[in-house]
């Protein structure tokens, strides 16, 4: 008759083992999200940047329209003192308009000077947005790619957990009803693996020497043991 004790425990160990692959897939499923969002931040960034140079040449338009509207006005006003001087009466009022008039021409030659460097940074900004452009596309198939390849790898650990579970259910069936109840209670207990090897005397649960009494038990098979620093059941290993 086969070590009943022996037989719950290899059962247990494969369980653990089960639960632990479940796990680490789990794992990377939960990093998809974080992976995916990541590459919408990426692409996000990105576009943002694009957006901001957008915007910083509709400013340059506006300031290149208001040095415009200001230029305008200057030139009339130097026109104006134009007509004047034809009429004036004293060399004094002739001075006044003729530096008037070099102030305005004076004036205007600045804004000139502004509006150029306005399309020069509007002209440099374009050619950069287009090329910021081509790189976005290119950046967004890149994307498109990536969470292809994590949503399919997503999927893939998604059939592999269902397939792991459906393994746990058939094998924990030849489990005592009571000792899966019992494992259940103990991974609560501490929060991780229930089940721990016993090597050389130590408890690789918690890395605790077992009692000599119980480790030469132990290695017996005859009943389930409990770590008594732990909790976890425990089964012994050759080192
Ligand atoms: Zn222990």
Same mark, same amino acid.
């Given at each position: ?8 425990? +290899? /059962?247990?160990? #494969?369980?653990? =083992?089960?639960? *632990?692959?479940? %796990?680490?897939? !789990? ?100 050619? +950069? /947005?287009?090329? #910021?452009?081509? =790189?976005?596309? *290119?950046?967004? %198939?890149?994307? !498109? ?95």
């Amino acid at each position: 008759m086969p070590n009943f004790a022996k037989e719950q425990i +290899d /059962i247990l160990i #494969k369980l653990q =083992e089960i639960e *632990i692959e479940n %796990d680490i897939i !789990k794992l990377k499923i939960n990093d998809v999200s974080i992976k995916i969002d990541a590459l919408d931040n990426e692409l996000k960034t990105f576009k943002e940047t694009i957006d901001e140079e957008e915007s910083r040449i509709k400013d340059w338009q506006q300031k290149y329209r208001s040095y415009e509207a200001d230029a305008k006005i200057n030139l009339a006003k130097a026109q104006k003192s134009q007509e004047k001087l034809k009429s004036v009466k004293t060399n004094k009022e002739y001075q006044s308009s003729l530096k008037e008039i070099e102030e305005l021409k004076a004036l205007n030659s600045k804004l000139e000077d502004d509006m150029l460097e306005c399309l020069e940074r509007m002209d440099m900004a374009e050619a +950069d /947005i287009a090329k #910021k452009k081509e =790189e976005y596309l *290119i950046l967004t %198939d890149k994307v !498109k790619n990536e969470k292809d390849n994590i949503i399919q790898e997503s999927e893939q650990g998604r059939k592999k957990i269902s397939q792991l579970e459906t393994t746990w259910n058939t094998i924990s069936e030849k489990l005592d009803p009571g000792l899966i109840k019992q494992f259940n209670v103990v991974k609560k207990i501490v929060n991780g693996t229930a089940l721990a090897a016993v090597i050389d005397t130590v408890c690789q649960g918690c890395n605790m020497n077992i009692p000599p009494q119980m480790y030469n038990e132990l290695q017996r098979f005859e009943s389930l043991k409990f770590c008594p620093h732990c909790q976890r059941i425990i089964y012994w290993e050759k080192s």
